[in-house]
């Protein structure tokens, strides 16, 4: 599983990390700086957690073979 | 007297319904409120305020506040709640709300407000020390009104010796219901931060206000209007909501003794416990203009149309949450709009959070037990932002421990 961030919609609310903190990394102003990260198997649940609770909507994850 | 309801509006949607004064507002708020959303379409008209569309429905609310193009922030959309100036970036819309919040969100961010922790951790105790030997306290003015205020005014590096002016005028702004008091209530709040926006500009500090009259959108820095704008309102949110909020929350405690005795037996509880809290005890509300006419589930609005948006409640909403009037401190999310949704999200809610946490964290460790002193359920106040009107607790003072301050700091 592959995180997306469109990050010129990303508007710091810093959700993600809070709802998912292994998953997704904020940089200094808090943002999310995840964008084309790789999500173990373990964590993927936290993950689609983390991105269901992003107010703008600015967090997609792709299934792909390698890591599904 | 109330003006005439717009003739697009179908009778059946018209609901009589004032959020400064009506009746429903003055005891339990949150109950009533949500029996009478429950019992009125998803969108219906109020009557009270001069008339305004209200979104009663959580997940209609949710899309809505995701739409800014459609449901917009800008006055120009919304002309019955203009100010002069605009409040920002709260009254402005994508792209240049993006901007301005991108100035202060760094004091705002998980790591922002984390530097914070230890002077939250300190104050809480110094204050939550004076009252604990006395065995009783009047939670909201004691507690509440200084608590998140002080911390504010020292983000801001305001003076303290203002703070019970500055609390006056945005409680008139908040509560009042007459529009002209409101609006003058803003306008001398802003009088006085002119003098302190003069000061900062000359000589600029690290404190929040410095931090945002300097900051730059589209190239170029702030104007007045924009600079005065955004000191308004993180002055109007960190005045207030806090301390309506805890006070809510502390509240609940005090009624609800096995509730309370979880977190003390376990403070590790603390976290998700405040979450729960403040879903069922939503303070804020906001508004938004219709931006052309359109159908939207189902309601047929013209431009420039007002929604007001009642977060207050949108935890309760038994479409968004099972069982919501269950307290559970286990739930594994508490889903609520305490914060709003969409790009205007709350950006003090990270603070809001550590703040809250903490307090009760620090109270946990002192007073292992306490009530509120009074008969029946508690007064409170309706308007843009919800508030008891005074919480009386008690604790057997003989109980009340206090730690060491070396502990306290830990």
């Given at each position: 599983?592959k995180?997306i961030?469109?990050?010129?919609?990303?508007?710091?609310?810093?959700?993600?990390?809070?709802?998912?903190?292994d998953v997704?990394?904020?940089?200094?102003?808090?943002?999310?700086?995840?964008?084309g990260?790789?999500?173990p198997?373990?964590?993927?649940?936290?993950?689609?957690?983390?991105?269901?609770?992003?107010p703008?909507?600015?967090?997609?994850?792709?299934?792909?073979?390698?890591?599904? | 007297?109330?003006?005439?309801?717009?003739?697009?509006v179908?009778?059946?949607?018209?609901?009589?319904?004032?959020?400064?004064?009506?009746?429903?507002?003055q005891?339990?708020?949150?109950?009533?409120?949500t029996?009478?959303?429950?019992?009125?379409?998803?969108?219906?008209?109020?009557?009270?305020?001069?008339?305004?569309?209200?979104?009663?429905?959580?997940?209609?609310?949710?899309?809505?506040?995701?739409?800014?193009?459609?449901?917009?922030?800008?006055?120009?959309?919304?002309?019955?709640?203009?100010?002069?100036?605009?409040?920002?970036?709260?009254?402005?819309?994508?792209?240049?709300?993006?901007?301005?919040?991108?100035i202060?969100?760094?004091?705002?961010?998980?790591?922002?407000?984390?530097?914070?922790?230890h002077?939250?951790?300190k104050?809480a105790?110094?204050?939550?020390?004076?009252?604990?030997?006395?065995?009783?306290?009047?939670?909201?003015?004691?507690?509440?009104?200084?608590?998140?205020?002080?911390?504010?005014?020292?983000?801001?590096n305001?003076?303290?010796?203002?703070?019970?002016?500055?609390?006056?005028?945005?409680?008139?702004?908040?509560?009042?219901?007459?529009?002209q008091?409101?609006?003058?209530?803003?306008?001398?709040?802003?009088?006085?931060?002119?003098?302190?926006?003069?000061?900062?500009?000359?000589?600029?500090?690290d404190d929040l206000?410095?931090?945002?009259?300097?900051g730059?959108?589209?190239?170029?820095?702030?104007?007045?209007?924009?600079?005065?704008?955004?000191?308004?309102?993180?002055?109007?949110?960190?005045?207030?909501?806090?301390?309506?909020?805890?006070?809510?929350?502390?509240?609940?405690?005090?009624?609800?003794?096995?509730?309370?005795?979880?977190l003390?037996?376990?403070?590790?509880?603390?976290?998700?416990a405040?979450?729960?809290?403040?879903?069922?005890?939503?303070?804020?509300?906001?508004?938004?203009?219709v931006?052309?006419?359109?159908?939207?589930?189902?309601?047929?609005?013209?431009?420039?149309?007002?929604?007001?948006?009642?977060?207050?409640?949108y935890?309760?909403?038994?479409?968004?949450?099972?069982?919501?009037?269950?307290?559970?401190?286990?739930r594994?999310?508490?889903?609520?709009?305490?914060?709003?949704?969409?790009?205007?999200?709350?950006?003090?809610?990270?603070?809001?959070?550590?703040?809250?946490?903490?307090?009760?964290?620090?109270?946990?460790?002192?007073?292992?037990?306490?009530?509120?002193?009074?008969?029946?359920?508690?007064?409170?106040?309706?308007g843009?932002?919800?508030?008891?009107?005074?919480?009386?607790?008690?604790?057997?003072?003989?109980?009340?421990?206090?730690?060491?301050h070396?502990?306290?700091?830990?």
């Open positions: 599983m995180i961030v469109d990050r010129q919609v990303c508007a710091g609310h810093a959700l993600c990390a809070a709802k998912a903190p997704y990394r904020l940089d200094e102003e808090g943002y999310c700086c995840s964008d990260d790789t999500v198997v373990h964590l993927q649940q936290q993950a689609r957690l983390g991105a269901r609770h992003c703008e909507a600015a967090i997609v994850l792709i299934d792909d073979e390698d890591t599904a | 007297m109330k003006p005439p309801i717009p003739a697009h179908p009778p059946e949607r018209v609901v009589d319904f004032d959020r400064f004064t009506s009746p429903v507002l005891r339990c708020p949150h109950q009533g409120v029996e009478l959303f429950s019992n009125s379409p998803d969108i219906f008209y109020a009557t009270g305020d001069r008339g305004h569309w209200v979104v009663g429905s959580a997940t209609v609310a949710r899309d809505m506040l995701r739409q800014p193009d459609k449901f917009s922030s800008d006055p120009v959309n919304n002309p019955a709640n203009a100010r002069k100036p605009p409040t920002l970036p709260n009254q402005c819309d994508p792209p240049l709300h993006t901007e301005l919040r991108r202060i969100n760094p004091f705002f961010s998980p790591a922002g407000v984390q530097k914070m922790e002077a939250v951790r104050l105790s110094e204050l939550i020390d004076e009252v604990a030997p006395r065995g009783r306290c009047e939670f909201l003015h004691e507690i509440a009104q200084r608590f998140p205020v002080q911390l504010f005014m020292r983000m801001a305001a003076p303290m010796a203002d703070r019970e002016m500055l609390v006056a005028k945005v409680d008139r702004f908040t509560r009042a219901p007459d529009i008091q409101r609006l003058a209530a803003l306008t001398e709040l802003g009088n006085y931060l002119q003098g302190m926006i003069a000061e900062r500009e000359h000589s600029p500090g206000v410095s931090l945002a009259i300097h730059k959108v589209q190239g170029r820095g702030l104007t007045d209007d924009e600079k005065l704008g955004m000191v308004n309102l993180l002055f109007l949110g960190g005045l207030d909501t806090v301390a309506a909020m805890l006070s809510f929350i502390m509240a609940y405690l005090g009624q609800h003794p096995r509730q309370y005795q979880r003390v037996d376990d403070p590790a509880l603390i976290a998700n405040i979450e729960e809290l403040m879903r069922v005890h939503g303070v804020a509300g906001m508004e938004r203009g931006t052309a006419d359109m159908e939207y589930a189902g309601v047929q609005f013209k431009a420039q149309d007002r929604l007001v948006f009642m977060p207050h409640v935890g309760l909403d038994a479409q968004m949450v099972d069982d919501p009037f269950r307290v559970d401190f286990d594994p999310v508490s889903s609520h709009l305490v914060f709003g949704s969409g790009p205007h999200r709350c950006v003090g809610s990270h603070l809001a959070r550590l703040e809250m946490k903490v307090f009760i964290e620090e109270w946990v460790r002192r007073i292992p037990a306490f009530s509120v002193d009074a008969e029946g359920d508690l007064p409170t106040r309706g843009l932002v919800w508030s008891p009107v005074a919480v009386p607790l008690a604790w057997p003072s003989a109980l009340a421990v206090a730690p060491a070396q502990q306290a700091a830990a």
